[in-house]
């Protein structure tokens, strides 16, 4: 089965995306609502530039990405849906629990899958993070801490909740397989954003299982760093890092002698991995989605679990500004 795909939004993440879809040869056009910029991606990647009504007629198309601004997500991807389309929609899903709801009942009603972008989960370091996790390496899960610190990009129509922290709750719930039952979230803002430029975040699971958040698009240094802590010690998955060196092991081991606490620590170790471009893994995913009709790993009920912890959180600091 041919398989042809439109990219809509000529934005920095869309040409990386477009980029992607034209070097596995699915790339059927590109659209923006900016013409300039919808026309220089059509010369860039030698495919037509068409309006959105122009996609929603295309028969020969199996599939939208949609990599615009996340006010616009749910109205794109309802039309595409509606469309007969498969969707994949970059992160954020969307703004509000009701709109990313709207978006599950127009897949369901044209009987089409919505991909969510949520990218480390295909990333080849993250998949073999969860292998380990799985097969018991680090022994049982207990807690998991993700940084995620960078400065900039700003965005004016987002926030640092919409814009970094759906990577980590995606990773995390990945990670422990169920959704928290307390979540507790403040923010600290500097700019101008209402949700916070600076966000700590800490959730429980039903099996005992915490997690920590920090996100921060003003911080003057990047880190993006998972570790997962289990009781025969820890895995870092740090994406700053060179390839060979972005997952780690460290065998730590805390004993209980008595009234002392002793700790045994072992030299870290790193740990080996497939490499590959994770935008490619995820774009060979939706093209399977395309294909099959089958949901990938990020669908709209995984898209929809990370909605409802990044509404609950929204609502935590809106009471705060209140």
Same mark, same amino acid.
């Given at each position: 089965?041919?398989?042809?795909?439109?990219?809509?939004?000529?934005? @920095?993440?869309?040409?990386?995306?477009?980029?992607?879809?034209?070097?596995?040869?699915?790339?059927?056009?590109?659209?923006?609502?900016?013409?300039?910029?919808?026309?220089? +991606?059509?010369?860039?990647?030698?495919?037509? %530039? !068409? /309006?959105?009504?122009?996609?929603?007629?295309?028969?020969?198309?199996?599939?939208?990405?949609?990599?615009?601004? %996340?006010?616009? #997500?749910?109205?794109?991807?309802?039309?595409?849906?509606?469309?007969?389309?498969?969707?994949?929609? $970059?992160?954020?899903?969307? *703004?509000?629990?009701?709109? %990313?709801? /709207?978006?599950?009942?127009?897949?369901?009603?044209?009987?089409?899958?919505?991909?969510?972008?949520?990218?480390?989960?295909?990333?080849?370091?993250?998949?073999?993070?969860?292998?380990?996790?799985?097969?018991? !390496?680090?022994?049982?899960?207990?807690?998991?801490?993700?940084?995620?610190?960078?400065?900039?990009?700003?965005?004016?129509?987002? /926030?640092?909740?919409?814009?970094?922290?759906?990577?980590?709750?995606?990773?995390?719930?990945?990670?422990?397989?169920?959704?928290?039952?307390?979540?507790?979230?403040?923010?600290?803002?500097?700019?101008? #954003?209402?949700?916070?430029?600076?966000? +700590?975040?800490?959730?429980?699971?039903?099996?005992?299982?915490?997690?920590?958040?920090?996100?921060?698009?003003?911080?003057?240094?990047? $880190?993006?760093? *998972?570790?997962?802590?289990?009781?025969?010690?820890?895995?870092?998955?740090?994406?700053?890092?060179?390839?060979?060196?972005?997952?780690?092991?460290?065998?730590?081991?805390?004993?209980?002698?008595?009234?002392?606490?002793?700790?045994?620590?072992?030299?870290?170790?790193?740990?080996?991995?497939?490499?590959?471009?994770?935008?490619?893994?995820?774009?060979?995913? +939706? @093209?399977?989605?395309?294909?099959?009709?089958?949901?990938?790993?990020?669908?709209?009920? $995984?898209?929809? =679990?990370?909605?409802?912890? *990044?509404?609950?959180? =929204?609502?935590?600091?809106?009471?705060?500004?209140?």
């Amino acid at each position: 089965m041919k398989v042809n795909i439109a990219v809509i939004g000529c934005g @920095i993440w869309g040409e990386n995306i477009a980029r992607n879809a034209s070097e596995l040869g699915v790339l059927a056009c590109v659209c923006d609502s900016n013409q300039d910029r919808s026309m220089s +991606f059509s010369q860039k990647f030698s495919c037509p %530039a !068409f /309006s959105f009504d122009q996609i929603l007629n295309d028969n020969t198309l199996n599939g939208v990405i949609i990599a615009t601004n %996340a006010n616009t #997500h749910e109205k794109l991807a309802c039309e595409a849906l509606n469309a007969r389309k498969h969707v994949y929609v $970059e992160k954020p899903l969307a *703004l509000s629990m009701s709109s %990313a709801l /709207s978006i599950k009942q127009c897949a369901v009603k044209a009987n089409k899958q919505v991909m969510v972008g949520h990218l480390l989960q295909y990333h080849p370091a993250y998949v073999e993070l969860k292998n380990f996790v799985n097969d018991g !390496f680090i022994g049982e899960l207990q807690h998991i801490q993700a940084t995620r610190l960078a400065m900039g990009r700003i965005k004016k129509s987002e /926030s640092a909740l919409f814009d970094l922290c759906p990577h980590d709750i995606s990773q995390i719930l990945g990670i422990v397989k169920e959704v928290p039952t307390s979540i507790n979230c403040q923010n600290v803002t500097h700019v101008e #954003h209402s949700d916070g430029d600076i966000i +700590f975040t800490s959730l429980k699971f039903p099996n005992g299982v915490t997690a920590i958040m920090h996100s921060s698009w003003y911080s003057p240094y990047k $880190e993006h760093r *998972l570790v997962v802590t289990g009781t025969l010690g820890s895995i870092i998955f740090d994406d700053t890092k060179p390839s060979q060196q972005k997952l780690t092991f460290f065998r730590d081991s805390i004993i209980i002698e008595g009234d002392a606490i002793k700790v045994d620590r072992a030299e870290p170790e790193h740990l080996p991995f497939c490499t590959g471009e994770p935008l490619k893994n995820e774009i060979s995913a +939706f @093209i399977e989605v395309c294909k099959n009709g089958h949901p990938a790993i990020t669908d709209i009920e $995984e898209g929809l =679990k990370v909605q409802q912890i *990044l509404s609950e959180m =929204k609502s935590q600091i809106d009471s705060e500004i209140l």
